[in-house]
Antibody, heavy 122, light 108 residues
Framework: EVQLVESGGGVVRPGGSLRLSCAASGFTFDDYGMSWVRQAPGKGLEWVSGINWNGGSTGYADSVKGRFTISRDNAKNSLYLQMNSLRAEDTAFYYC???????????????WGQGNLVTVSS | EIVLTQSPGTLSLSPGERATLSCRASQSVSYNYLAWYQQRPGQAPRFLIYGASSRATGIPDRFSGSGSGADFTLTISRLDPEDFALYYCQQYADSPPTFGQGTKVEIK
């Protein structure tokens, strides 16, 4: 059974940093590209960042470019999102999602984690 | 980027009725790379349809997708009580991948 379990969320002050993790199981992790998708409370879905199977290709939404960094450790079956210079508008549930191919983030996502809430507030 | 506009914003129907949800793109979606998701309150999105019309594994056949170019439709042939939820379309033809704003299917 495919499972994606996010961790690392919480409350952080504006300008602060946080690192999200996603532990994957039930499939061959390095066969798939992965993404982070977020959802502000009561709002719609927004793609944040994606990475190909070996980390050699990454992409970011304009809203987070230069502040967030996506990475993966295939030996640990884990995906990460380092979030710096956080703003109030980054407050959202962050979902880890599996892409349909190995190649990157222009993808649909067939499996999603349960979501992890990040709250940016003073 | 490709902007997706979903309509209507809310659809009020009774169990057993047919639901028709629309997703219109600001430009043609290459290869019909259009997906649909369902989201129930407090849950993660659930993958339903890819390639505009192919059902994901385990999705009931009352869900069907159609369309091409810039106009796409998700049809639920007979609404089951568990189908009352939010639905999002998403394009993956162009970067960045983008979502529509969602259609809520509520019980009338």
């Amino acid at each position: 059974e495919v499972q994606l379990v996010e961790s690392g969320g919480g409350v952080v002050r504006p300008g602060g940093s946080l690192r999200l993790s996603c532990a994957a199981s039930g499939f061959t992790f390095d066969d798939y590209g992965m993404s982070w998708v977020r959802q502000a409370p009561g709002k719609g879905l927004e793609w944040v960042s994606g990475i190909n199977w070996n980390g050699g290709s990454t992409g970011y939404a304009d809203s987070v470019k230069g502040r967030f960094t996506i990475s993966r450790d295939n030996a640990k079956n884990s995906l990460y999102l380092q979030m710096n210079s956080l703003r109030a508008e980054d407050t959202a549930f962050y979902y880890c999602a599996r892409g349909w191919t190995s190649s990157g983030y222009k993808s649909y996502w067939d499996y999603w984690g349960q979501g992890n809430l990040v709250t940016v507030s003073s | 980027e490709i902007v997706l506009t979903q309509s209507p914003g809310t659809l009020s129907l009774s169990p057993g009725e047919r639901a028709t949800l629309s997703c219109r793109a600001s430009q043609s979606v290459s290869y019909n790379y259009l997906a649909w998701y369902q989201q129930r309150p407090g849950q993660a999105p659930r993958f339903l349809i890819y390639g505009a019309s192919s059902r994901a594994t385990g999705i009931p056949d009352r869900f069907s997708g159609s369309g091409s170019g810039a106009d796409f439709t998700l049809t639920i042939s007979r609404l089951d009580p568990e189908d009352f939820a939010l639905y999002y379309c998403q394009q993956y033809a162009d970067s960045p991948p983008t979502f529509g704003q969602g259609t809520k299917v509520e019980i009338k």
